[in-house]
């Protein structure tokens, strides 16, 4: 809008005073632009934050305020940290002023000394845009009054509802209440209740109340229904023509034991020049997804399936998610396929990209193959050979892909096991396997090879990139390797391959997931962008999503793309306008993203709580994770991770030293610090809060002893 830019060029000038709105009507003296344009504009700019105006009435850029704007990313603490285009500001407790996890605020800030040199810091001025409606919590009553306690632990204040607005909630009762008024710093929030979610006993309720807090939805609408109902049970044969068919070449998919729905299938051959023939074939999820179908706008709206423990939220109809589009063994199945030609250096020496059709051989299971590999026992000669290739092939690549600088955090995963009644009877924690590279260096070729065409066929496309680390949490990092006589010692703007020297010198040390686990933390997270820039994290210079249409919503639009590109027909109305909209999908689906993510990661809290419960009294050994001037945290093999608060350690005065994140005795000298091996005792697991509380289990054994002399 042309207002909207002379209004800027205006307030960018030199000696610019704040106006108010007949000032800026005055300076402007557009043709044919009155008052009313220009408060609409003004309104436009301050909705998005590049102008802000003063309790006068007073127009002015945000800098020439003082002010900064950004997103606060609140801490459970109370504290919080504002995220602006100038890096990371800490708010304390103290300077939030009404404003709540999530919110747009303007903050300003000033300096202050610590021990580590001068520090940002910064409070919040004016709160911009609010990011919640509603909060979800738990309903109770208190004589006369009545209040909702998020159960976000990021959302400070408690929202006050009267009896009147309370509906049939019992104490008790998880809600969800509409904020009627906001806190600012003075008076309390105010709310309704519009939702009763259930009674706090539920043996499901904590995750029905992960899934409200992250807005997830749980049903598909009827006319999403009605178009899934429509697609048919088995390909039919007219949608084979035109595609090359793969039903004659041996192919199968290697998934997770629970896995229901299958995206990708993989073949491969080796000719007499020792080159590798690897297909890799993907559901083509997008023949039957239109453009702008009831299907498409849910999936858009999803943008992700959402793994929690005790639930699959898919991003499509189970009948298209684990039957028409799913690459179930033995049937036929339509695919987008890459076929490469691979070299025994792991470069990609020819490829190409076609509408298939397949017909997998087998379904085999992580589990089956690592199998497999442990004993060489194969359920026939073809799976054998394509395994053993496959490996070779992964090997390869894995190789290249470390050479460059790619990193290859060892990690683990907890899968909670559950009984018939969504009870946690254990937990099994996943690593990388030699069956899981297989898959994962395919899937990661696949993606480069895809990306790099259509970044060299300069076409529209959805990019998945990740930026260089925070540097920092990198710096933070530095002193506990140093502790640990790592031979690297600075980590401040290195290169991949430092930090990739840092996992594999933690390989075989009891510290290593604790290393992975830190550099893990202070990486940035990949986000999709329409534009290419360097995946930091795999050092690949163009990368995307492709091999996920059936769960993630940006790998349908780049099949779309490729599609469009390989036929020319981008200039097609609904391709053109799904184009346009490439910036709001990739924000969109990066948000969803990382809602699914921390959703699934709660989820697993959850479990794990309840889990833990069981064992208050018993002791375990665990590893410190984390230190702070509170206590420090404690993570068990089995990733449960509670606090050890510092009031419960009582055998000296703890202070805690920030430059080297340490709680150091005063009189013993003794120090706690990440990285180093306790053993404690469970005193205390709440649930609905997802913690557990800690004790040195050598602070209880002394307590015992003197309940005893005291009797």
Known sequence: MQITRELITLMSKKGYAPQ??????????????????????????????????????????????????????????????????????????????????????????????????????????????????????????????????????????????????????????????????????????????????????SPTIEID???????????????????????????????????????????????????????????????????????????????????????????????????????????????????????????????????????????????????????????????????????????????RDLLVSMRELSDVLEGKRLRRGSLNFETIEPKVILDANLRPLEVIVRERTAATKLIEEAMILTNETVAGFMYWQDAPMVYRVHDKPNEESLVQIEELIENLHYPVKKLKGAHPRVIQQIITHAHDKPEKLLINNLLLRAMKRAKYTPSSTLHFGLASQNYTHFTSPIRRYPDLIVHRLVKATLDQSLSEPELVGMVDSLVEICEHSSYMEREADDASRESVDVKLCELMKAHIGEEF??????????????QLANTAEGLVHIKDITDDYYEYDEATFTLLGQRTGRAFQIGHTVRVQITNVVIGERRIDFVLAEEEQTRKKRSKRAR
């Open 20 to 201: 108010d709105l007949d000032g800026l009507a005055a300076e402007l003296q557009l043709p044919g632009v009155d008052k009313h344009d220009i408060k609409r504009a003004l309104g436009l700019l301050e909705a998005e934050g590049k102008i802000l105006q003063t309790k006068k009435g007073k127009y002015a850029l945000p800098a020439q305020l003082d002010l900064v704007i950004g997103e606060l990313l609140a801490n459970k603490a109370g504290y919080g940290f504002v995220k602006t285009p100038i890096g990371d500001v800490f708010v304390p407790a103290s300077k939030i002023n009404g404003a709540m996890h999530g919110d747009k605020v303007a903050i300003r800030i000033s300096r202050r000394k610590t021990r580590q040199g001068p520090r940002s810091e910064g409070e919040i001025a004016r709160i911009l845009e609010r990011a919640y409606e509603a909060v979800v919590g738990r309903y109770e009553r208190h004589g006369k009054i009545s209040i909702v306690v998020p159960s976000d632990k990021r959302i400070q204040y408690h929202v006050f509802v009267h009896r009147n607005d309370a509906i049939d909630a019992k104490d008790g009762d998880m809600v969800v209440a509409k904020i009627l008024e906001y806190p600012d710093g003075v008076r309390a929030a105010r709310g309704s209740i519009i939702e009763i979610i259930g009674d706090e006993t």
């Open 209 to 383: 109340v992960i899934v409200r807090e992250h807005n997830l939805s749980t049903e598909f609408t009827l006319a999403t229904m009605a178009e899934a109902e429509s697609v048919p049970e088995s390909v039919i044969v007219a949608d084979t023509l035109g595609r090359k068919d793969y039903r004659g070449v041996f192919t199968v998919t290697i998934d997770g034991l629970d896995a229901k729905d299958f995206d990708d299938a993989i073949s491969i051959r080796r000719d007499n020049s020792g080159h590798f023939h690897l297909g890799v074939h993907i559901a083509d999820v997008s023949h039957y997804v239109g453009i702008g179908s009831a299907l498409d706008q849910e999936a858009y709206e999803r943008a992700t399936s959402v793994y929690l423990a005790d639930r699959v939220l898919p991003m499509l109809p189970h009948k298209l998610s684990n039957n028409i589009c799913s690459l179930n063994p033995r049937v036929d199945r339509l695919s987008l396929s890459v076929e490469m030609v691979v070299d025994e250096a792991g470069e990609v020496g020819d490829f190409e990209i076609f509408n298939g059709v397949i017909n997998s051989d087998y379904r085999l299971t992580y589990e089956q193959v690592d199998e497999a590999f442990a004993t060489g026992v194969f359920p026939d000669a073809d799976v």
């Open 621 to 634: 050994d665990g590893t410190i994770t984390g230190v702070a001037g509170y206590g420090f945290f404690v």
